[in-house]
């Protein structure tokens, strides 16, 4: 907020609201703000100072008790870019506090117990933020445009998941949900992209062309899924995605909003620094070899 | 290198050699190069792009199949910029090619085990780097000084750590083990700025200074520890730590030569591009809603 990138806070404009219809998010917008590229990636850097900063007094409170945490869910179709805003807004919090998860597709072993027997193990501890790189929605988008699951179970799982998600909030847990929006075109453009440089072919899976082309089931799913499970104290934010360098700022700034929300204390010393100054001194004769 | 800051390579100056002896390193000492802190720090922000270059190019190998992965291991004494190195070296590379483990005074649980129990889970995977902030190499430093554990049984993991790291180095695990080298009174300095600042009250600890004042039996520990475990295949570095900005910049260096050393190449896809981009081109006419 303070270069000014931001006429109107993201945090606020990209929040999930009753009614809310995916069709009407425009992928190429940029609400909050009507500066352009340069400008965009200033304020990443500009405000990675602010993040690191929320992040450090999240991870001191931790060390004296407090059980705040933050957990931040990534959900979106291929090439959306989250990856991107792992590599350049989270790369910027100290890696003592991230505790970043890739959910890929589950093995033998997480088929075989309820969806939410892989999650919890990653759900962060205090102090921590946690990222999710896809996360418990694949089993209500992939599981569901592809029927994976029985339309039954599908329809379990939105409550399930609003219930896992209060009773990890009631620990601490400050849940951040966001999906990235791209436009098919956007996509396209991207796999090209990918296709046209060696050096990222490892990231091309020539599986991902099966699930473009169920894009409109997709979007169901998406719109489903946010209106099923969008809550107060697990919101949704969908990020208009094909600009890059908004997508990242709008994602820090609704991170720094988010945690700025949690009203972080550095935490008080529980020790006589008078004491210890003296105790240091005590020793400062010490040499060694 | 690029830069001119390094005249010689610290991966070559700082590598323990036959006859070492700690008593011979000046903490003060900034080995390999004649620049000082401001060309330091451009310095550690120049190469980054290196290293993130080198991290990457570890992490695609592991995705078709490539077996190697990096694990670095940092000890020290208190306040010796352990954190630092994490902070401002490893910050630089993509979240999801680095694991950072915190060993922590061992629990029960951990205790009623043999002392490499705890660590083997944390032994990085394919492409990633594994950084310990502190090891297995507490148990023959704090356990040795304090008599954790009888001489016996000290005597006994020396050899223990040398087959452990034998074993992990044939699965693909290049081991570089760094120890930060301060002197007392840059300890003291340390602490007593701590004390100084609110904000990092809870980084100090009442304890710390416990071990302060057995600092010459811990500089015994760690020379024996060096001498016993220095092997072809997980080589000690002493870097010299009172200047901060040298050891960040000779840690950052040491890891870009023995990554550059394992001559990663970019994985060429298993793909027909030419198939891929008409299968792409194919979907051309999608679009959403």
């Known amino acids: 907020m303070a270069t000014g990138f931001w006429k109107d806070n993201p945090a ?6 009753k ?29 990675a100072q602010e993040l690191r900063e929320l992040q ?17 869910v990534l959900q979106a179709m291929d090439a959306a870019g989250k990856g991107g805003i792992v590599n350049h807004v989270f790369s910027h919090v100290e890696p003592y506090g991230l505790a970043l998860t890739s959910f890929k597709a589950p093995t033998a072993e997480e088929r075989a117990h309820d969806f939410l027997w892989r999650i919890e193990p990653h759900v962060p501890g205090p102090g921590m933020i946690g990222v999710f790189d896809r996360s418990h929605y694949e089993d209500v988008l992939i599981q569901r445009v592809r029927s994976f699951a029985p339309p039954g179970e599908i329809e379990r799982r939105y409550g399930a998941i609003s219930d896992f998600e209060k009773r990890i909030w009631d620990k601490g847990v400050k849940i951040v949900k966001i999906m990235l929006h791209i436009s098919p075109q956007e996509q396209e453009k991207r796999l090209l992209a990918r296709l046209d440089n060696p050096e990222k072919h490892w990231k091309y899976n020539t599986g991902d062309l099966n699930e473009r082309l169920l894009w409109p089931a997709y979007m169901d799913a998406f719109q489903i899924a946010i209106e099923r499970t969008h809550t107060e104290f697990a919101p949704w ?25 949690m009203d972080l204390q550095w935490p008080v010393g529980d020790f006589d620094v008078e004491r210890e100054r003296q105790r240091v001194a005590q020793s400062a004769d010490l040499r060694w070899p």
């Not at 606020?12 to 609201?17: D, G, H, I, T, W």
């Not at 009614?19 to 009407?24: A, E, I, Q, V, Y």
């Not at 450090?56 to 931040?72: D, F, N, P």
Request: hydrophobic letters at 40%.
């Open 12 to 17: 606020e404009l990209l929040r999930v609201r």
């Open 237 to 261: 934010f969908v990020v208009p995605a094909n600009a890059k360098w908004y997508a990242r700022a709008a994602v820090q700034r609704i991170v720094i909003s988010e945690l700025s929300a």
């Open 19 to 47: 009614g809310f219809d995916l069709r009407t998010v425009d992928p190429d917008a940029t609400p909050g703000t009507k500066k352009g590229r340069e400008a965009g990636e200033d304020e990443l850097e500009e405000s």
């Open 56 to 72: 450090e007094k999240l991870y001191a409170q931790s060390k004296v008790g407090g059980q705040l945490r933050m957990l931040v």
